[in-house]
C-alpha cells in the first residue's frame, strides 16, 4: 500500500473527449471526511439499518461499530470523482457500474481519498460517442481499500 | 411487461434467516415518486452535472429532460426493498453489487416501483452466516425498467 495515493500530484484536464482519454492514466481526489452525523444522516434517509444509525447498535454488531451504508460511501467517492472534472461538460449519460466491492467499513471521522484509473474504452455505433469504464478505488487514512467500483460512462467525442 | 408487477401480493416474511430464503421467491415494493425538488436536491449534494440540477439544461441535453442521478435511482430502489423488511436485523453487512444498469431515465413525477427477487444463495466457510444476492427491478409508472441491480448481502443464518 506504500505510495498508494501519490500516483499522479497533477491535476487532470477537465472536461476530456473521448478521444482524450488514455487507458491507465489515473488520478487522485481530494480528501473527505465522513463525521458521525453524516453518516447517520444519510442512512437515516435512504438506509436506516440500526448499525448505520445508532452507535451503540453499531457497537453491538457484526462490524464492531457504527458504519456508513455502502450507498453512502459510493455517493462520497462519486462525488469526489466528479469534483475532479476529468468529464466535465462531455458526459453524456451513466450507463451503470460493472461492480462494487464494500471491502471495509467507512467509520465515523474517517477521512477517504479515491484513485480514480481509465479502466478501459469501448467505441459506438454512432460516431459522436464512445463508453468509458473508470475505476474508482477509495482508501481511509491508514491507506486500506474501503470501496472498489467501476462505473460505465457515455462520454462525447470532439465534435468534428 | 404485462403483469410485470403483481407477482406477489403477499407480503414477504420479515428478518429471514439465510435458511428462510428461497431462490426463485419475489416481492414487489410499494410505489416511491421522485419529484423535481427530490431529483435537484440530491443531484445538487452527490452529482451536480447540469442534466440533474437544472431543468433547461436537461432539455437540453442527450437524455432530452431533466433526470435523476444514477445513485439517486439506486438510493431510491434499495430504500424500497429495505422497507419490505426482508432482512430486517438478519442482514449483517453489504459485500457490494455484482452489476447496476441505468437502463431508462428516472424524470419528475416517475412512480417507481421495485420487484425484488432472491437470484442466488451460497455458503460461507463459517457456519452462522451465508450470502444472498438480492436481484432488484424497478419500474416506472409505465412499467418500463428503468434499473436493473444485484445486491450481494452478508445474512445470518438460525441460531443452533
Known sequence: M???LNADPVPPM???????LQVGAQYDTV?????ERDIIGFATQWDPQPFHTDPAAGADS???????SGLH??????????DLGILDGTALAGLGLEQ???MRPLKPGDVIRTRVRIKSLHETRTPDRGIVVLALATFNQDEVQILDMDLKI???RRRA
Chains 1, 2 share one sequence.
Open 14 to 20: 477537465r472536461g476530456q473527449t473521448f478521444e482524450d
Open 73 to 82: 460511501t459510493m455517493a462520497l467517492a462519486f462525488r469526489q470523482y466528479f
Open 100 to 102: 462494487v466491492r464494500f
Open 154 to 156: 457515455l462520454v462525447a
Open 2 to 4: 506504500a505510495n498508494a
Open 62 to 68: 457484526f462490524l464492531g461499530s457504527l458504519c456508513a
Open 31 to 35: 480528501t473527505t471526511v465522513a463525521t
